[in-house]
């Protein structure tokens, strides 16, 4: 991922959505081999600590579907680009991140996606109201954890309406994502 010179980036002071307080708007022109160029942009607020950020392609895109079968440790390691509408599964484990009015765009790669997911599911651990939902949540961070380690295979999917998310490697098979599915 190279980013651009100061000519497509930009900041501005504006106020925060949540707290009224001070906060700055980045953006940020960036270019990812195979998929193209993006602007990045990140929304912090110094007062509240309000974070907010998002993908955009400055490109034309299509509504896409990638989909990567996770089967070696090179795998974990393909470029992972979600912008705010893209919506992320991992089938084998039930597992759906889906677009909302908050939800963030962000570029990782798959071992990143893992973490993010196992994070959450934590967080389920220490908040579960009942037995049976944190011994869930627990089963289920064990499986991302052995999918990182090696031990289990995953599989991940981005669908994108805008066509601004992606899984960039070679083994990665892209779809053209019909109506029904954005």
Known sequence: MQESGSPGDAALATTCAVCGGKARVSFRQLEIPHFGRLMHSLLLCEDCGYRHADIISLEQREPAKYTLRVETPEDLNARVVRS??????????????????????FITNVEGVLHRVKEVLESCV?????????????ELAERVRRVVEGEERVTIVISDPTGCSAIIS?????EVLDAAEG
Do not use: F, N
């Open 170 to 174: 070679e083994k990665a098979v892209k």
């Open 126 to 138: 220490r908040w579960a109201e009942d037995e049976q939902k944190r011994r869930r949540a627990e």
């Open 84 to 105: 705010s509408r893209g919506r992320v599964e991992l089938p084998e484990l039930g597992v759906t991140i889906e677009p909302a009015a908050e939800a963030q765009g």
